[in-house]
């Protein structure tokens, strides 16, 4: 990797990149600034957690939520005792909760504007371990105004944090970092349970480069946050393999019946892979024709960074493959924020293809300069 990447330097531009992301999103929330945002999707579950939390120092939904089972079934996970437990991570309700106490319901707003700064840093700093300064600024940059993700800018999901968590595990990782990385990675699976697909292939990764020790070191970091999960999951459900994803709730033939996502990855994988690649509002050419950049990156970074460059296309095919099997592929506002570790995996080729431009074009503009070539006919 990029030994000249840290330093007071790197700092200031991962820095001036954040605000840059945080003032241009942040003028494009504050313009359409309203309660709308609250009823979008699976907003408002993630956001009764957070006041659950907060006001009755629980995760039972019951008294947050109007209506039966039969309204919310679908949105929580059936606890051993018949409580109401949220279905997605709790870990953005509990981060959102001092944004909650500090600044009320406008703090959901704030915290999904800082996380999304927070990724365009991760892109700098993913980046920035293969390629220069400058085009991993333009790169992370690129990748939050050329891809669907200028469109979530008022928007909270926690699959943004599960994207900034894991991308910091990679980074650590990548870094050498076997028990930070180990640790982190741990709890990305906590942020989101597809996660857990990370795991092998980052540990073949440290394996291949830091032997038996590297991956021991990462293996034990991960135990602990995995471990936490496993206990959470004991204590809500009645089994540690018991997620809270395989406790929800949908009427079937007039009754309510208990299901699980696991087998909601049935769908037809070449019909999924065209809508995850073309549908107009969610397919990934249409709403992020910046990853189009990182293609031929791909290519200059097999041919400098081998071992890397092949977790990345690795990483990228099965999330791609895995998600475009999901029966709800589309339920996302814009793009596909189940692609998001997508943009993350982007990065650092995408910051190569425009090294390798940049350096063309002063190549060809130095080559057309009029005293170029008198110097070259004199030369002659």
């Known amino acids: 990797m990029n030994p000249g990447a840290g330093g007071t330097h790197d700092r200031v531009a ?62 929580i996970a059936l606890g051993r005792d018949g409580q109401w437990f949220p279905k997605h991570s709790l870990l953005m309700s509990v981060l959102a909760a001092p944004f909650y106490a500090l600044f009320g319901m406008p703090g959901f707003a704030i915290f999904g504007l800082l996380i999304l700064g927070m990724l365009a840093m ?39 944090l599960a994207a900034l968590v894991a991308a910091l595990g990679l980074f650590l990782l990548l870094r050498g970092r076997d028990l930070g990385g180990g640790c982190v990675f741990g709890v990305a699976v906590f942020a989101k349970l597809t996660n857990l697909f990370l795991l092998p292939f980052a ?33 809500l459900f009645g089994s540690p393999l018991i997620t809270s994803y395989d406790r929800n709730i949908l009427p079937r033939n007039g009754e309510l019946t208990l299901v699980s996502h696991r ?50 296309l690795v990483l990228g095919e099965f999330y791609l493959l895995l998600f475009a099997t999901y029966r709800y592929w589309a339920t996302t506002r814009y793009g596909n924020r189940f692609l998001i570790l997508l943009l993350v995996l982007a990065a650092a080729p995408m910051a190569l293809a425009l090294e390798w431009t940049a350096a063309r074009v002063k190549v060809w503009v130095s080559a057309a300069r009029p005293g170029s070539r008198t110097a070259a006919q004199s030369g002659s």
Not at 130 to 146: E, H, K, T, Y
Not at 150 to 159: A, E, S, V
Request: proline share 5%.
């Open 122 to 160: 991760a892109f700098f700093c993913l980046a920035r371990l293969v390629a220069p300064r400058l085009p991993s600024a333009a790169a992370a940059l690129l990748l939050i105004a050329g891809t669907f993700l200028r469109q979530y800018d008022y928007n909270i999901t926690p699959d943004l």
């Open 14 to 75: 991962v820095f001036a990149v954040f605000l840059v992301a945080v003032a241009v999103l942040g003028a494009q929330a504050a313009a359409q600034y309203r309660p709308k945002m609250y009823f979008e999707g699976d907003c408002p579950y993630y956001i009764s957690t957070t006041l659950s939390i907060v006001h009755d120092f629980d995760i039972d939904l019951r008294n947050q939520l109007l209506g039966g089972l039969a309204v919310h079934g679908r949105q």
């Open 263 to 312: 087998g909601q990855f049935d769908g037809e994988l070449w019909e999924g892979l065209s809508g995850i690649l073309l549908d107009r509002d969610h397919g990934l050419i249409p709403t992020s024709p910046a990853l189009w950049i990182a293609l031929p990156g791909l290519a200059l970074m097999w041919r400098s960074h081998r071992r890397e460059a092949a977790l990345t």
């Open 203 to 235: 540990w073949i990764y440290v394996f291949l480069c830091r032997g038996r020790r590297g991956l021991g070191r990462s293996i034990a970091a991960a135990a602990v946050p995995l471990s936490f999960l496993l206990l959470l999951n004991q204590v």
